[in-house]
């Protein structure tokens, strides 16, 4: 008894030196583990992440059709996937069950909280970089609610603001789906003024101006415009968009060329519509305002906060808005000539030397069929589409995939789910593990 009192158990003797030695090593490997990690986040390698998914990345056991697809290899360029995917998107059953209805959409948003958890929507803000640096999107969709629903999802971040304008010509169930969608975001809104917008018209600008005015009404400071149609996807997470908009410095992004010779008779000629055709009149236009140099470009910009505020409030740009609004498709040269005007924010000097194509540019990339071909013909520009040819313009398929994501473009057009559903499946999949792996 008296022992076992007195023998109370002795607390093992350890050298102050060890003590500083152990803690040395504890923080070492902490580190190291540490160093590990974010060494990850900056070494993307898809097989890497594959397996590490979280709740909030794409799997397959919501056991979808397109589950039936190995994403990772087909990233690979493997052939033998590639060839499944491909026979896969021929079989009726395969696209009759990857088709969601408009119904669908208009039902499941009823229940907005349950909406966006089943379909994996970001709620929260992934890195303070992108807190810091929101972006404003403009939206202009008429049809293809599925393509617009994933693309929202794709692009979709709490401290960024959506504006979507739906074609006034769109269906009912169109215009009802979209509504339900835009009422379960408080960042994402329907553009105030909807137009009709009617093919290489005024129209087209019409609908980009009213949702640049609305962005630019919202509370949210944002960086950078984007503006989008339902048949583009990014090939770029948030984070990535932003540190290349970051990289830009100030400038804008967007094809701004000489006009070639060819397409001069859209600027000189008086057209108008006429039962929702755009027709030429006959009448001959006077010179832009100020002469201004007329530039060559396309619909799809990547703008600054300033391009924006000037377009809404310059007083050239007025003018020059106002000359354009009977040209033959002014979408394809405003933004162009915006850009080359002195004293707009982010903009270049007219001079030839500062001309940029659309690959150059980073807001989108686009495969004309006139412009395919093989490496090393003096004409081709990319390589042979993959999936199939809309009014010149591929629809990427599968095979297209593993080159796309190798361009510097934040955004591609197009894609269908329609006819090609795989190429979006794996590649929203593909961006969410991505932007999962490269969180704060
Ligand atoms: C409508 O949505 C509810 C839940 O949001 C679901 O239980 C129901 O089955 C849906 N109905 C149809 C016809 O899709
Ligand atoms: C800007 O937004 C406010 C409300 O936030 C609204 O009252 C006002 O009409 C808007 N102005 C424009 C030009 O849209
Ligand atoms: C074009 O601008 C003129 C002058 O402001 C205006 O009268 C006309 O309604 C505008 N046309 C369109 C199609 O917006």
Redesign the pocket.
């Known amino acids: 008894m008296k022992l076992l009192v007195t023998s109370k158990p002795m607390k093992p003797f350890v050298h102050p030196m060890m003590k500083v030695l152990l803690l040395l090593s504890l923080t070492t490997g902490l580190l190291w583990i540490l160093m590990q990690l974010t060494e990850h986040q900056y070494t993307w390698n898809p097989s890497s992440y594959i397996l590490s998914n979280s709740w909030l990345s794409y799997t397959d056991d919501g056991g979808g059709p397109e589950s039936a697809c190995d994403c990772l290899a087909i990233l690979q360029d493997d052939d033998e996937e590639i060839e499944k995917a491909k026979l896969l998107s021929l079989s009726r059953s395969f696209h009759k069950r990857v088709q969601t209805p408009d119904?669908?959409y208009i039902?499941?948003t009823?229940?907005c909280r349950?909406?966006k958890t089943s379909r994996k929507y970001l709620t929260v803000t992934l890195n303070k970089e992108e807190k810091d640096f929101p972006l404003a999107y403009s939206i202009v969709i008429h049809q293809k609610v599925q393509n617009f629903e994933h693309l929202l999802r794709a692009i979709y971040a709490p401290q960024n603001v959506y504006c979507v304008h739906v074609d006034t010509k769109s269906a009912a169930s169109v215009r009802a789906a979209i509504e339900g969608i835009v009422s379960c975001f408080p960042n994402v809104f329907l553009v105030s003024q909807p137009v009709s917008v009617v093919y290489a018209s005024w129209s087209r600008v019409q609908a980009d101006l009213n949702c640049m005015a609305d962005l630019y009404n919202s509370t949210t400071t944002w960086k950078y415009f984007i503006n989008l149609c339902g048949q583009d996807f990014p090939l770029k997470t948030n984070l990535e968009i932003v540190r290349m908009l970051k990289s830009l410095r100030g400038d804008n992004s967007m094809e701004s060329e000489k006009m070639p010779g060819g397409k001069i008779w859209r600027v000189t000629n008086v057209f108008q519509v006429v039962d929702g055709e755009i027709k030429e009149t006959g009448k001959k236009k006077d010179p832009p305002p100020f002469n201004l140099p007329i530039l060559s470009g396309n619909a799809y910009i990547v703008a600054s906060r300033g391009y924006v505020h000037s377009v809404l409030k310059d007083l050239r740009i007025q003018k020059l808005l106002e000359w354009a609004n009977d040209t033959y498709s002014p979408d394809e040269f405003l933004w162009a000539t915006i850009q080359r005007i002195p004293g707009v924010p982010g903009s270049k000097w007219p001079s030839r030397k500062y001309d940029m194509t659309d690959i150059n540019a980073i807001a989108r990339l686009v495969k004309w069929q006139g412009h395919e071909g093989q490496q090393g013909s003096l004409d081709a520009v990319y390589p042979e589409c993959q999936g199939n040819h809309v009014r010149s313009i591929c629809v990427y398929g599968v095979g297209d995939l593993r080159w796309l994501l190798q361009q510097h473009h934040l955004f591609a057009n197009k894609f269908d789910m329609d006819s090609h559903p795989v190429v979006v499946f794996c590649l929203e999949k593909y961006l969410r593990l991505k932007a999962l792996a490269m969180r704060d």
């Open positions: 119904e669908f039902n499941a009823q229940d349950k909406f």
